[in-house]
């Protein structure tokens, strides 16, 4: 299958700093990535859809001025957590959508990074 | 996108075949019914999914009823590192934009 690489794999920083997630996709191009979010003992939740070369959707509920999501090229993309708060510490999980699979859309994902804000 | 409900947890015996069920009884026609699984603290790892026939790769094999509205992954010989969350989504695939929505998925323990 595709493979989809996450940079850092964890981070720790202090609260009010800011923090950039990467997501590349390795061996395929990728208009359309996700980012998830996922707290302990929970399900993964969409936080926002990246599009290349235009503006994210964000879920609702999610800020977007906090969570500010650049996708420049076709496997590239990163989340940057503005501000972080001890609220903010979770596991990341970008996505992206592979268009050569049969119906068009498998997604793989990534890794994850674990944000721990102290 | 279909809801889809599946058993919260389930065990199964090393070596053994493991059968997780998915019943997504309001399944469109053009929706696929997709499989991933997530192993402690890592991202979710696809592996397989289908629209009507029933299909297999190297992981698994998915069963899916002639009505489309149930399915079943079977792991052939499951192994302790099988141990994981299973997601059951349904989705319809369109060109951009499509995103998967978890649910809480089927926890299998594989015991030695």
């Known amino acids: 299958g595709a493979v989809v690489s996450q940079h850092p794999s964890w981070v720790i920083c202090k609260s009010g700093t800011s923090v950039k997630i990467e997501c590349r996709s390795l061996?395929?191009?990728?208009?359309?990535m996700f980012w998830y979010r996922q707290f302990p003992k929970q399900s993964l939740m969409l936080m926002a859809t990246?599009?290349?070369?235009?503006?994210?959707?964000?879920e609702q509920g999610v800020e977007k001025d906090k969570f500010l999501i650049n996708h420049a090229s076709l496997t590239l993309s990163t989340l940057t957590v503005t501000s972080a708060h001890p609220e903010d510490s979770s596991f990341y999980i970008c996505?992206?959508?592979?268009?050569?699979?049969?119906?068009?859309?498998?997604?793989?994902f990534g890794p994850g990074t674990r944000l721990t804000v102290l | 996108d279909a809801k889809t409900t599946q058993p919260t947890s389930m065990d199964c015996a090393e070596g053994r075949a493991a059968n997780l069920p998915c019943n997504h009884s309001?399944?469109?026609?053009?929706?696929?019914v997709y499989w991933y699984r997530q192993i402690h603290s890592q991202g979710p790892q696809y592996i397989i999914h289908?629209?009507?026939n029933n299909e297999t790769n190297e992981m698994a094999s998915l069963i899916i009823t002639e009505d489309r509205k149930s399915s079943t992954l079977i792991l052939p010989h499951a192994t302790l590192r099988d141990t994981a969350v299973y997601y059951c989504?349904?989705?319809?695939?369109?060109?951009?934009?499509?995103?998967?929505?978890f649910g809480g998925g089927t926890r299998l323990m594989v015991k030695p």
């Open positions: 309001t399944i469109s026609g053009n929706e696929y």
């Open positions: 289908g629209l009507k």
């Open positions: 989504i349904v989705r319809v695939d369109l060109e951009a934009g499509n995103m998967l929505t």
């Open positions: 996505s992206a959508r592979d268009p050569r699979t049969s119906g068009g859309a498998t997604q793989y």
């Open positions: 990246s599009n290349e070369g235009s503006k994210a959707t964000y």
């Open positions: 061996d395929f191009q990728a208009t359309t």
